[in-house]
Structure formats: structure tokens, C-alpha cells
């Protein structure tokens, strides 16, 4: 049986609905699934089925409303919060994502012993979605080596606000600098992503 050009591009949209469902990041998941959305929308237009055009218009739209606020006003949704140890809740959540901190910062849990050490939470709302620590140099200089957020907001956003062009860190701390180290191939990817780049040492700082 012969698909027709309209049934092709049907097939396609459901693809791409289908495929948004898949993304542990918020923001990706309703980029994607504003594009499926919006293509099943037009579909719906052309084989002039009016629910399936009303609905999808609608997902659309509601995407576009919620990326708007994720994208646009992160600073009324994020925020960082310092914790002080010993805390339940830090060992809580390090214990819990154990494996992911394991592979992304495989040399943090043999410092966290470390006397002038400090720890922020970075959070959307009340929930905490992210734990940074560092210590303090000499040169007034706060060093980050353990950046981490859990998987549904790992597309950068609350780092370009925390550490990037935010600034959030240096904001609220009054530190004279922020830099990083990076422990993995990953963390230096996300550290170039968010406008770091490395000088002969291989210490990270922002540079836009």
C-alpha cells in the first residue's frame, strides 16, 4: 500500500510528538513537542479533521507559554540557596544520584571532607534541582569542581543563570570571580556551552 505525500507527513508528526516524550529535559521535551504539535496541527488542517487540528493548536500554544517562561524569566523561577554541612538533604540527594555524580565527577565524594568547602543548591521554585560546591582561593576567587543538576534541566538554562550570563553565584556570594575545573568530558562541554573557556592550566573561567 502506497502512502500518500499528506499521510507521509501525518506519520512524521506523530514521529516527532512521539519522540519529544522521550527527553528527560523539560525545555527539549516541549521545543520538540511544539514542532510535532504544531505539524499534526497542519495536518489536521489539511485532511480537514477539526479536532485534531484544535487539539494539537492548543499543546502548541501551551508550549509556546511555558518555554516563554522557562527561557525568558528563569530568574523568578531559579534561585541558589547555601546549605551547610552536615545536612541530611545534601547527603540525601548525593546519595541518590550517587552513580551519575560517580561518572560525571568521579573524584568529588574524596573531597567532600574538605574544611572550607561550601555547598549551594540551586533551585526552581522550592524544589532543589541542582547542588554546586567549590572553596575559596586566595585571590578572593570561588572555584566550582562539582556542578551538578539532575536530568530534566541538563540543556544548560540553569547554568547560563547560575554561573554563565546570570552570574547568580558571583551575585549572591560577592565573590570576586567565579571559575571551575572540570572533571569529565562532560562538564567541560557544559562548562564551553555556558561561555567558560580554559586557559594553560586547565582552570575554567567566564569569558563573554
Given at each position: 500500500m502506497e502512502l500518500s505525500a499528506v499521510e507521509?507527513?501525518?506519520?512524521?508528526?506523530?514521529?516527532?510528538?512521539?519522540?519529544?516524550?522521550t527527553q528527560s529535559s523539560i525545555i527539549k521535551l516541549r521545543w520538540i513537542n511544539l514542532v510535532g504539535a504544531s505539524s499534526f496541527c497542519v495536518y489536521?488542517?489539511?485532511?480537514?479533521?477539526?479536532?485534531?487540528a484544535m487539539l494539537n493548536g492548543f499543546i502548541a500554544v501551551t508550549n509556546?507559554?511555558?518555554l516563554r517562561k522557562m527561557l525568558l524569566q528563569a530568574k523568578s523561577h531559579f534561585s541558589v540557596l547555601e546549605v551547610s554541612l552536615p545536612s541530611n538533604y545534601v547527603r540525601f540527594f548525593l546519595d541518590y544520584h550517587k552513580k551519575e555524580v560517580d561518572r560525571l565527577f568521579p573524584r568529588f565524594f574524596k573531597k567532600m571532607s574538605?574544611?572550607?568547602?561550601?555547598?549551594?543548591?540551586?533551585m526552581e521554585n522550592t524544589e532543589v534541582?541542582?547542588?554546586i560546591s567549590g572553596y575559596q582561593l586566595d585571590d578572593g576567587c570561588f572555584m566550582v569542581d562539582f556542578d551538578f543538576v539532575i536530568p530534566a534541566y541538563r540543556d544548560c538554562h540553569v547554568g547560563h543563570f547560575v554561573l554563565g550570563e546570570g552570574q547568580e553565584l558571583k551575585n549572591i556570594t560577592k565573590f570576586a570571580c567565579i571559575c571551575a575545573k572540570a572533571d569529565s568530558i562532560e562538564h567541560e562541554n557544559y562548562l564551553s556551552q555556558i561561555g567558560f573557556t580554559p586557559n594553560k592550566s586547565g582552570i575554567w573561567s567566564y569569558s563573554k
Open positions: 507521509i507527513f501525518g506519520y512524521v508528526a506523530s514521529a516527532i510528538i512521539a519522540y519529544s516524550l489536521g488542517i489539511i485532511i480537514e479533521a477539526p479536532p485534531v509556546v507559554v511555558y574538605q574544611l572550607n568547602r561550601r555547598y549551594y543548591f540551586m534541582i541542582g547542588l
